[in-house]
């Protein structure tokens, strides 16, 4: 058998554990109180609170000390330190109840006793996704500069979103510049949604009862939480109490809410930003984001990235969109297809029509489309596990690359003893449910020196891209640490079998992308 086409470069990245960024820290909130005396009902006392409470009763000298040891500490592991923990403390200050204005040296101590670091990538750095850099400046000739999204894993295996960038070329050469300190956690505001996405989610789960449908015909075309809270205080009282009302409501409520903005300073450099998460589906974590730079059908250059939410139970796909990677729109998506992990979408619309990769049923690689890009239908099957190499699962290691010959694709496959490989399938250029191509052995696999780490016997990417006919692909080995491998394009499609199609395309999705 021939040795996997891809080539490694002398080129990585490793766990950082100084990228840390500052967090709220509220401890468990509430402990059981003492009985108060002449009181039947027993006291809730707040945790928060009784913290407080120890912090107000701190002579001011003591206060002054502990302020000007915080600010010495962590002042240069943060931007703007003082001023987050001042943010802080404002969040908290409520519990010290009708106390004259506190000093600045004891607003800093109240923040900080709420304030933890979280280092993004402490236990893990692993997935990462390439495209061509918005910034090109400042280099030779034959050179481009990618920005590298990367998956962070932290403690209790919360997921983030971080980036880096690189120089590739000439030739093939590649080299990551530096990542600067601090890390810097965006600003996230309340975003806003579609009223014809937010009525296919709310269909999805089966509430467009009286109140759901109510609501969706008040409500305006592009809304927010205030619009909405808005509609249901003008609707009818006895519609608000009729059974299954309360949990539509509820439904609205976290849909609207799933939407937000994250906004980095300019001043940020794209190394330093980090995406926390910030709606409640992805509570705990942010996982793989797949970035592909999207031309629409009008020239507009947008960045879109497909990532998978996590709250501790389930999991669902959500969107990225930006139009530098400095202020970052986040919504969720909906439709049959949008149900699992590993979705990617493809950079440019065929035939006017959004279309992704997917992998609703968990283990074959599937095709869908799109109106809008947000509501996503039925998909057909493209790729099903059928080599060694992949015995329990198929699916992308990223969005679609166009190249003359066709979409070229690349794949994981995940075989026995969990051992992940990459592989690659090419669709047909102007019908993408047309499978035309497919390697038969693995692009890439662990070798001797990578297989152990956080998930051991792991190679896996969520996008490469071409540049002077080269195929990159950064790649996360056993989540741990970054590296790259390259192969000429040519070689990758000399190297295909001629299978026709792998999967079940059907005509519906034929007509639609032809249409």
């Known amino acids: 058998m021939s040795p996997p086409l891809g080539r490694r470069v002398d080129a990585g990245l490793h766990v950082d554990p100084a990228r840390v960024v500052a ?61 987050l923990l001042i943010h802080h403390a404002s969040i908290v200050c409520a519990h010290a109840g009708e106390q004259p204005t506190l000093s600045r040296s004891r607003r800093l101590v109240l923040g ?36 590298i ?15 880096c960038s690189a120089i590739v070329g000439p030739g093939v050469q590649w080299s990551f510049e530096p990542r600067q300190l601090p890390a810097c956690a965006g600003v996230a505001r309340p975003g806003l949604v579609w009223r014809a996405h937010l009525g296919a989610a709310l269909a999805e789960q089966g509430h467009v009862d009286d109140l759901g449908a109510a609501v ?9 939480g205030i619009d909405l809270e808005r509609v249901l205080a003008a609707l ?17 409520r976290r849909l609207v809410s799933s939407a937000y903005v994250v906004e980095f300073p300019a001043e940020v450099s794209l190394d330093k930003r980090v995406l926390l998460p910030s709606a409640a589906e992805e509570s705990n974590g942010m996982e793989d984001a797949r970035f592909t730079r999207f031309v629409d059908d009008d020239g507009t250059v ?17 969107l990225l969109l930006s139009s530098d990677l400095r202020v970052f729109r986040a919504h969720r998506l ?24 997917c992998r609703s049923d968990g283990e074959s690689t599937g095709l869908t489309s799109s109106d809008d890009g947000h509501i996503w239908g039925e998909p057909v099957e493209l790729q099903h596990p059928r080599a060694s190499w992949e015995l329990l699962q198929v699916g992308n290691c990223g969005p679609p690359i166009e190249t ?14 969990r051992s992940y490989a990459m592989g690659a399938i090419l669709l047909d250029r102007d019908d993408p449910s047309r499978v035309i191509g497919w390697l038969d052995r693995p692009f890439l696999e662990p070798a001797a020196t990578e297989r152990n780490g956080y998930v051991p016997n792991v190679v896996y990417s969520c996008g490469g891209f071409v540049q002077d006919g080269v195929l990159w692909l950064p790649f996360g080995i056993d989540d741990v640490r970054i590296g790259v491998a390259w192969a000429p394009v040519e070689e990758v499609i000399a190297r295909m079998s001629d299978v026709g199609e792998l999967g079940g395309a059907t005509q519906a999705l034929r007509a639609s992308t032809s249409a």
């Open 216 to 224: 969706l015909l008040a409500l305006p075309t592009q809304l927010g």
């Open 302 to 318: 947008e960045y879109r990235a497909t990532y998978t939410a996590y709250d501790g139970q389930r999991i669902a796909p959500r």
């Open 112 to 147: 900080a006793s709420f304030t933890a670091e979280y280092a993004v990538e402490g236990a893990a750095l692993c997935n990462p996704s390439a495209v061509l850099h918005p910034d090109q400046g400042e280099l030779a000739e034959g050179q481009v500069r990618v920005a």
């Open 149 to 163: 999204s990367l998956r962070g894993i932290g403690e209790g295996h919360l997921s983030s979103i971080g980036f």
């Open 404 to 417: 003359e010959h066709g979409w070229l694709v690349l794949t994981h496959g995940v075989g026995p003893m």
């Open 23 to 83: 967090r709220l820290f509220l401890p468990g909130e509430q402990l059981p109180g003492e009985q108060v005396p002449g009181e039947q009902v027993p006291v809730e006392q707040s945790r928060t609170s009784k913290i407080v409470a120890r912090i107000m009763l701190l002579p001011e000298p003591e206060v002054e000390a502990l302020a000007a040891g915080l600010v010495s500490d962590f002042g240069t592991r943060h931007r703007h330190y003082e001023d």
């Open 236 to 252: 009818p009282a006895d519609l608000l109490l009729r059974p299954g009302a309360p949990a539509t409501a509820e439904l609205l």
């Open 334 to 357: 909906t439709g049959p297809a949008a149900r699992n992990k590993g979705m990617a979408l493809f950079p440019r619309t065929v035939h006017g029509r959004h279309l992704a990769l």
